[in-house]
């Protein structure tokens, strides 16, 4: 017998279709409403339809995609099963933080500025742990990444890095991952990356060139804006996928349609270009001075689906995603890691920032290698909460920004919610018209 899963989101899209979002299958499903409509058939399993074939065929679709389930399921517990499954069988990543040292002083940096730099010999041990770690692994592929800092600063380690990881993994395929600032960003090392299989690079671009210089100059005050636009320009040829992102707060909100425009005019709106606005109300987002220009997290969400709009409609692709359980990688202790260089380990980009200790899961050098605060994170689970197993979007949200919570002064890790989650069902309807119709709203 069957009933109306509990865990299902059904949201309006048009006069004519809903939206089915499965919290136990992950399925988004866009349908007629007379399809929908069945749903409510089986809120008492114990009432009896004659169906008609097509409606059979129809029920048993909405099974397959988890709107519909057994009557005697334990949803709450297959739901809890499948997000330890999630964190413990997500695809491997590593990151190296080759430098906290920046050419750039930005306005609104939260990361500290103690110049740490990676030696060679400490990379060339956490590439010797990252081969033993793949001996294991069935995976053919693996995404390294390196961040900073200004990661380019220390390209002549990153290359040896590289090089390093392929000669003593030859079975596994390295995706090169890289986040910058654009400014040192040369043919030379555009060509070295794309003939090592550079996957992604995202760089900021944070308005037209006088808004932009203001806020990221560099360390010397002068204006970054058109090194950091050839820097792109650079990439195009090389990288599979980049992403320039924009940070928008009220300083600089007003001026992100005519930046966007103009990167569409100059050319940049290719099929490996994507536009990726970023909020920076999160308390991790700014640094103190700036809180008054930050924004509200009901505000942030309404600013979030408004510029991924704008930028659809200039026809630039989006980083546009719906999380799965996992509101980042800061759950995943087992193959989603990050060093810092001094051999520290991370799960969360935010380990830069004041809450270093807090984040801090282990390090490279100690035997052994992982501390109480990796016990922690593994014994986390967003259910234990009482709002977010009564939440229709608990496992598209995943708790939210656990490091948010820590800087809000949550020692027990109680989650909150991200921006999206205050206008959700604006956020899904957006989804579902770019990412599944490509624009097309009727479908």
């Known amino acids: 017998m069957l009933k109306k899963s509990r865990l299902v989101k059904r949201i309006s899209y048009n006069e004519e279709k809903d939206i089915l979002l499965s919290n136990l299958t992950g399925d988004l499903v866009l349908v007629n409403k007379n399809v929908s409509s069945l749903l409510d058939k089986f809120e008492n399993p114990q009432n009896e339809y004659?169906?008609?074939?097509?409606?059979?065929?129809?029920?048993?679709?909405?099974?397959?995609?988890g709107c519909l389930v057994d009557s005697e399921i334990d949803e709450m517990e297959l739901l809890r099963k499948q997000f330890e499954f999630y964190r413990k069988n997500s695809k491997s990543g590593y990151?190296?933080?080759?430098?906290?040292?920046?050419?750039?002083?930005?306005?609104?940096?939260?990361?500290?500025?103690?110049?740490?730099?990676?030696?060679?010999?400490?990379?060339?041990?956490?590439?010797?742990?990252?081969?033993?770690?793949?001996?294991?692994?069935?995976?053919?592929?693996?995404?390294?990444?390196?961040?900073?800092?200004?990661?380019?600063?220390?390209?002549?380690?990153?290359?040896?890095?590289?090089?390093?990881?392929?000669?003593?993994?030859?079975?596994?395929?390295?995706?090169?991952?890289?986040?910058?600032?654009?400014?040192?960003?040369?043919?030379?090392v555009?060509?070295?990356?794309?003939?090592?299989?550079?996957?992604?690079?995202?760089?900021?671009?944070d308005g037209p060139e006088?808004?932009?210089?203001?806020?990221?100059?560099?360390?010397?005050?002068k204006g970054s804006f058109k090194d950091v636009k050839e820097g792109i320009s650079n990439a195009l040829g090389f990288c599979r996928k980049i992403v320039i992102r924009t940070n928008i707060d009220k300083t600089n909100e007003s001026y992100v349609t005519t930046l966007w425009q103009s990167l569409k005019d100059e050319g940049f709106c290719r099929e490996n270009v994507y536009l990726s606005p970023m909020l920076t109300g999160a308390p991790l987002q700014s640094s103190k001075n700036r809180k008054q220009v930050c924004y509200t997290p009901d505000m942030g969400s309404e600013k979030l689906t408004r510029y991924i709009d704008l930028a659809h409609k200039l026809g630039f692709k989006t980083t546009y995603y719906i999380p799965r359980f996992m509101y980042c990688g800061i759950l995943m202790t087992r193959n989603n890691l990050m060093f810092y260089p001094d051999g520290s380990i991370f799960t969360c980009w935010y380990a830069t920032s004041g809450l270093k200790g807090e984040l801090m899961i282990g390090n490279i050098n100690n035997n052994p290698i992982f501390n109480e605060n990796k016990e922690k994170l593994d014994r986390w689970n967003v259910l234990d909460y009482e709002k977010c197993r009564t939440c229709d979007i608990v496992s598209f949200c995943g708790g939210g920004c656990i490091a948010n919570a820590l800087a809000n002064g949550k020692d027990n890790l109680e989650p909150e919610c991200p921006p999206y989650a205050y206008r959700f069902e604006e956020y899904i309807r957006g989804y579902v018209k770019y990412k599944m119709l490509g624009g097309n709203k009727n479908g």
């Not at 555009?190 to 671009?205: D, E, K, P, R």
Request: aromatic share 10%; hydrophobic share 35%.
């Open 50 to 65: 004659n169906f008609t074939g097509k409606e059979r065929d129809i029920i048993e679709k909405l099974k397959n995609v």
């Open 95 to 188: 990151a190296f933080f080759v430098t906290t040292s920046c050419n750039f002083n930005c306005k609104y940096c939260y990361q500290e500025k103690n110049n740490l730099s990676m030696s060679e010999e400490m990379a060339f041990k956490i590439v010797e742990f990252i081969s033993s770690s793949l001996v294991t692994s069935n995976e053919d592929s693996v995404m390294v990444e390196f961040t900073g800092g200004e990661p380019l600063l220390q390209f002549p380690l990153i290359e040896k890095i590289i090089n390093r990881l392929e000669k003593l993994s030859k079975e596994k395929i390295f995706n090169i991952g890289l986040a910058t600032n654009g400014s040192l960003l040369s043919k030379e």
């Open 190 to 205: 555009c060509s070295y990356l794309g003939s090592h299989n550079w996957a992604w690079v995202q760089v900021t671009l």
């Open 210 to 221: 006088d808004i932009h210089n203001t806020l990221r100059p560099y360390s010397n005050g």
